[in-house]
């Protein structure tokens, strides 16, 4: 674990890590999520209160001609003298009373501009006609002003609605809304570097763990990934792969120690033949014939270890497609070729559903290997050599058995016969590597069964394997 923090502290110039990937893109779309609300709201509530503004001015303004059109009002109506002028005045308004000659009558506060055209509308004849000026400064304040006529050339009232105030509470709503839209931003890119953080840090360590084993080739390394999403399943199914490749490695490690020790003795025995070959013609002709047969045997069981181990090697990374496949097919083929190699009577006994789904070469060279090891074993027997091939005693299970009558095997022997290069005691003195029934036991497991020995009643073996759904319970021993 730390070596894998190290490896975690470790960037390389020029990379962009998914961390700084995920946290800037979840920064990115927060903050244009962030800004076009901001946008968006700043406009609309912008757009409602300038609306309102504009619409309460124009109600003030229109209820002022009404009320000028209904009565007969002179500008002593709507002096700040006059009693009751705070009914007369419409509210939040800046009022301004003009004479008939547009002199200003009583001044507003602030005073209020008077131009050419609010002097013809002083003099006007008809009552509530209207002069109306945008965006006027006055002092250091915008307005809207409106001149309405009191008619009959008595004067005009002149209503100011301050515009700048209006703009200066939409300024500050801007700021307040910039500084909102700033920290949101600001809080997002710290959530989404923690949240960036929180969902690839199990992925830097599984990348790291790859890094370690591509840069070590070792592959006992522990990957500390928990969790049931994707990251959790795949954290799983890398440590599994692992611990399966470090099992293969494991497998091939042992082979070639094993096939080293298995070939050095009759390499051994091969070398010393041959050196006696430079005095072939000191020896008798019957010590040659001897030597001659001696390095003819030799070569033949190098050949046949070669030979199996490359079976078994082939069997552990065998690239043959699974298929649905008679195992009683199988084996009659393996029987008719037993019988005119051999002379022997080999019987086979088939019953129930035997096919299986498996690699049709591997479960023959299983079967091959089980009666040639019988044919081995019994070579002077004349009892018939019996294959049996029965299913399904569980569902998908198929069973295949050879029954010997041979010697038989010890128990100390029993349990190691599927070990490779195992050979008993009473066997060494015969032909063969100890490869033959490894091999049955490594098709077997291939094909999620299990090898199986046994003594047979009255004399001999039972060996065999089942395909699909492991030894049968109280009949068969794994020799793994």
Do not use: C
């Amino acid at each position: 674990m730390g070596r894998l923090r190290r490896l975690l502290a470790r960037r390389r110039p020029g990379l962009v890590s998914l961390r700084t990937t995920l946290a800037v893109s979840f920064a990115a779309v927060t903050a244009a999520v962030t800004v076009l609300v901001g946008i968006l709201s700043y406009s609309s509530a912008a757009r409602l209160v300038r609306v309102d503004q504009q619409t309460v001015f124009a109600e003030v303004v229109q209820d002022l001609r009404d009320e000028v059109g209904q009565h007969r009002m002179t500008p002593e109506d709507f002096s700040s003298s006059a009693p009751g002028h705070d009914v007369v005045r419409p509210a939040r308004t800046d009022v301004q009373v003009l004479g008939p000659d547009g002199t200003v009558v009583d001044s507003g506060s602030p005073g209020l501009p008077v131009t050419a055209a609010d002097r013809r509308t002083a003099a006007a004849a008809d009552a509530g006609q209207l002069t109306q000026h945008k965006d006027v400064d006055v002092g250091n304040d915008v307005y809207r002003i409106a001149t309405v006529a009191l008619g009959g050339g008595r004067g005009a009232v002149q209503v100011a609605q301050e515009f700048s105030d209006t703009e200066d509470l939409l300024r500050a709503l801007q700021q307040r809304t910039l500084a909102l839209m700033a920290a949101v931003v600001t809080a997002a890119g710290l959530f989404g570097w923690w949240l960036a953080r929180r969902i690839t840090r199990r992925l830097v360590v599984l990348t790291s763990a790859a890094e370690d084993v591509a840069r070590t080739r070792r592959l006992g390394v522990q990957v500390p990934v928990t969790g049931y999403d994707e990251v959790g399943r795949l954290g799983r199914a890398f440590d599994r792969m692992l611990g399966r490749l470090a099992q293969s490695e494991e497998d091939q490690r042992r082979l070639v120690q094993d096939a080293g020790h298995e070939l050095r003795t009759p390499l051994t025995s091969l070398r010393t033949n041959i050196s006696l070959l430079r005095r072939i013609d000191e020896l008798p002709p019957a010590t040659r014939d001897e030597l001659v047969a001696d390095l003819t045997q030799e070569a033949r069981e190098l050949t046949d270890l070669v030979n199996e181990l490359v079976d078994l090697a082939a069997g552990q990374s065998d690239t043959e497609p699974s298929q649905q496949v008679d195992l009683a097919d199988i084996a009659e083929d393996v029987v008719g070729l037993a019988r005119r190699r051999t002379g022997r009577e080999v019987v086979l006994r088939a019953s129930g559903d035997t096919t299986a789904h498996g690699r049709p070469g591997l479960l023959q060279r299983a079967v091959s290997n089980l009666v040639e090891n019988a044919t081995k074993f019994d070579r002077d027997g004349t009892s018939p050599i019996e294959v049996h091939v029965a299913g399904p005693a569980r569902p998908g299970t198929v069973r295949v058995e050879v029954l010997d009558r041979g010697p038989g095997i010890a128990d100390a022997d029993l349990i190691r016969i599927f070990d490779r290069f195992y050979r008993a005691a009473d066997a060494r003195a015969l032909p063969g590597s100890g490869l033959g029934l490894s091999i049955v036991r490594e098709v077997a497991l291939a094909h999620g069964g299990a090898p199986f020995a046994f003594r047979r009643e009255g004399g001999g073996t039972v060996i065999g394997f089942t395909v699909g759904g492991g030894a049968m319970e109280g009949e068969g021993l794994d020799g793994a």
